[in-house]
C-alpha cells in the first residue's frame, strides 16, 4: 500500500539551523494496517505524514502508494488516494461554507469540480444518514456554517469527509489533540470503525499513550528522525502502559 | 431632484458587474485585487474603437469581456506563479494597462457618437431614459442569475472554500493556483463589462475614466458586507444581490452630494470619505457594543 525507501528530510540543508527531521526511513505499510505512530516532539512523525500527503517533498528517498510512485507529486494530485485529518480542527473544513456544501466538496476530491449544481435532494439524504449516525445532532443543521461548530463537531465531520470519497489512505495527525476526552474517544472510535468496515489503511500520529495501545494494530515508535521500535499486532497486544512510559524516559 | 437618483440607479447598474467582480475577487477568493481600474477602462477602450469600427454589439461585449479576463490573467499568473504580493501584482497589470489602454485608442479620448449602443437596443417604452433602464436591468439581472447558479455548483463551492481554507481545498484535489487565476480572470472580465455598460452610457471612452474606480466597487461590497452582518446573511445568493444594492446605495449617496452643490472635483474626496466611514463604522459601534 505505502511503501517508503530510504526517507530523507532535512530542512534549511547546510545552514547553521539545519535540521535532519528524517533520516534514511524505510518502511511497508499493508493495505488495511491500522498505524499508530508516537515519538517525542521533534522526533520526524509529522514530518512523515507530511511527505506522505505531499505538503513537503524529501530531500531524498522515495514514496510509493499503490506502486505509483509519487515522491515529488503535489499535494492535489495525490488527495485521490489520500484523505487528512489535521491536527487543527479548523484546517479540515471551510467555516463559511456550510456542513452541506464542505460535504459536497470533500465527495468529489478525486474528481473534477464540475459546473453544475451537485446538491441535490438524493446528496442531502446521503449526507444526513451519515451524519446522523454521529449521534451529535447534527444532521438537522446542515445549512449552518461549519465555523458554527465545536472543535469536536468539526473533527467529527472532517473525518467523515474524508471518507465521503473512495480512498485508500486516512492521514490523521494528532487528531485530538485539541479535543476533550469524550469527543476524542469518538473520534479514534470513528476512525477505527472506518479502518475495519471499509478497509481503508490507518496511519495515525498521537500523544497519547493509552490511545496508541487501545487502538490501531502497529506501533511504530520514532526517535529523532528514525523508526526505533515497530511492533506488529501481536507484539502490541502484549504491551503494557510502562513499557511505553519507559521508552519516552 | 429625482433625475438625480435616476441617474444613479443607471450608473449603480453600470457598475453592478464591476462591483460583482470585486466581491469575487476580495470576498470570495480573499485577494484584495486592484487590476480594476485599468481593466475597467480596457473594456471601454476596446468597445469604443470596436463600435467605432462598426462592429456588431453582441461581438463588442464578448471581445471586451475576454480582454479584461486577459488582464485578471495576468494579475493571478503574477500572484500565484511568481508568489508576488496580490496587491502589488493588480498595481503592476493596472499600470501596464495604461500604456495598452493608449495604444488601443491611438489618443487620450474616443467619443460614441451617432454609433450602435446596447441601450438603444430595445424600445419597451417611449421614454429613452426608461428604455435605457430597463436595458441595464434586464443585463444585470441575467449576470446576477448566472453568477448565483455559478456560486451554487460544485465548481462554485470549489471557489468559495478556496478563499477560506485553502490548506483544506488542496487537501481535496483542488488545484488552489488554478482556481485563483480563473477567479481573477472572471473578476476582471466582470469590470470590464462595467467599462463596455459605462462606455455606450455616458457616450466616450477615456484613458482617466478608471482612475479610483476600484473604490467604488469596493464601497458597494464593504457596504453588502456591513448589511450582511446586520441581518446576519449567511447565504451567498443573498450577498451577491446586496452587492449591487450596495453599488446603489453607494451611487445615491454620490448623487446626493451633487444635488446639494457641493463641487464636482470634490467628489472623488467625498467618495474617500464616505468609504471611510462605511468601513469605520461597524468597527466602532461593535467596539461600544463589546465595552
Not at chain 2, 474603437?49 to 480582454?67: E, N, Y
Not at chain 2, 474616443?110 to 424600445?123: C, K
Request: proline share 3%; aromatic share 8%; charged share 15%.
Amino acid at each position: 500500500m505505502i511503501r517508503i525507501q530510504h526517507l530523507t528530510k532535512i530542512f534549511n540543508a547546510g545552514k547553521e539551523d539545519e535540521v535532519r527531521a528524517l533520516q534514511d526511513v524505510s518502511l511497508d505499510i499493508q493495505k488495511g494496517s491500522f498505524v499508530v505512530v508516537i515519538g517525542s516532539n521533534g522526533s520526524g512523525k509529522s514530518t512523515l505524514l507530511n511527505l506522505i500527503l505531499g505538503s513537503i517533498f524529501p530531500t531524498s528517498g522515495k514514496i510509493f502508494i499503490n506502486e505509483h510512485e509519487l515522491t515529488m507529486q503535489p499535494e492535489h494530485l495525490r488527495s485521490k488516494w489520500i484523505s487528512m485529518v489535521f491536527q487543527n480542527p479548523g484546517n479540515g473544513t471551510a467555516p463559511d461554507l456550510s456542513i452541506l456544501e464542505n460535504f459536497r466538496l470533500a465527495s468529489l476530491r478525486s474528481t473534477s469540480k464540475k459546473m453544475k449544481i451537485g446538491i441535490d435532494n438524493h446528496f442531502r439524504l446521503m449526507v444526513k444518514e451519515k451524519i446522523s449516525a454521529l449521534g451529535m445532532g447534527l444532521e438537522n443543521k446542515l445549512e449552518q456554517p461549519m465555523g458554527s461548530l465545536s472543535g469536536g463537531q468539526r473533527q467529527a465531520l472532517t473525518l467523515l469527509m474524508g471518507v465521503m470519497d473512495k480512498t485508500d489512505i486516512l492521514l490523521m495527525d494528532e487528531p485530538t489533540a485539541a479535543l476533550d476526552p469524550k469527543s476524542a474517544q469518538i473520534i479514534l472510535q470513528l476512525a477505527s470503525e472506518i479502518n475495519k468496515t471499509l478497509g481503508i489503511t490507518v496511519v495515525l500520529i498521537t500523544h497519547s499513550l493509552k490511545d496508541a495501545l487501545q487502538y490501531g494494530n502497529r506501533l511504530l515508535l520514532f526517535k529523532s528522525g528514525t523508526v526505533v521500535k515497530d511492533l506488529d499486532e501481536k507484539q502490541k497486544q502484549q504491551l503494557a502502559l510502562s513499557d511505553l512510559y519507559e521508552w519516552f524516559a | 431632484m429625482s433625475q438625480f437618483y435616476l441617474t444613479a440607479l443607471q450608473l449603480a447598474l453600470c457598475l453592478g458587474p464591476m462591483a460583482m467582480g470585486i466581491f469575487i475577487s476580495m470576498k470570495v477568493f480573499n485577494i484584495p485585487d486592484i487590476t480594476t481600474d485599468g481593466s475597467y477602462t480596457l473594456g471601454a477602450t476596446v468597445t469604443a474603437v470596436l463600435i467605432s469600427a462598426h462592429f456588431p454589439l453582441w461581438m463588442v461585449l464578448p471581445i471586451s469581456m475576454l480582454c479584461g479576463a486577459m488582464a485578471g490573467t495576468c494579475t493571478g499568473f503574477i500572484h500565484t506563479k511568481l508568489k508576488i504580493d496580490a496587491l502589488l501584482s493588480g498595481i503592476l497589470i493596472m499600470t501596464a494597462l495604461y500604456s495598452v489602454n493608449l495604444m488601443i485608442m491611438g489618443r487620450s479620448n474616443i467619443p460614441l457618437i451617432n454609433t450602435a449602443s446596447v441601450f438603444e437596443q430595445f424600445h419597451f417604452f417611449k421614454n429613452e431614459q426608461l428604455n435605457q433602464l430597463s436595458t441595464a436591468i434586464l443585463m444585470v439581472s441575467l449576470l446576477l442569475c448566472f453568477i448565483i447558479y455559478l456560486l451554487n455548483t460544485d465548481f462554485g463551492i470549489a471557489m468559495r472554500a478556496t478563499g477560506n481554507n485553502p490548506v483544506m481545498t488542496k487537501a481535496l484535489g483542488i488545484n488552489n493556483d488554478r482556481i485563483k487565476i480563473m477567479g481573477l480572470a472572471m473578476a476582471n472580465a466582470l469590470t470590464a463589462l462595467s467599462g463596455f455598460l459605462v462606455a455606450q452610457y455616458q457616450g466616450f471612452a477615456d484613458i482617466n475614466m478608471g482612475i479610483g474606480i476600484v473604490i467604488t466597487g469596493l464601497g458597494s461590497v464593504l457596504i453588502a458586507d456591513t448589511l450582511k452582518k446586520w441581518f446576519n446573511i449567511k447565504k451567498i445568493s443573498t450577498q451577491i444581490l446586496l452587492v449591487v444594492l450596495g453599488c446603489f446605495v453607494f451611487q445615491s449617496v454620490l448623487a446626493f452630494t451633487l444635488s446639494i452643490g457641493i463641487d464636482p472635483n470634490m467628489l472623488k474626496m467625498v467618495t474617500a470619505i464616505f468609504v471611510l466611514i462605511i468601513v469605520a463604522l461597524p468597527r466602532i459601534s461593535g467596539g461600544w457594543v463589546k465595552k
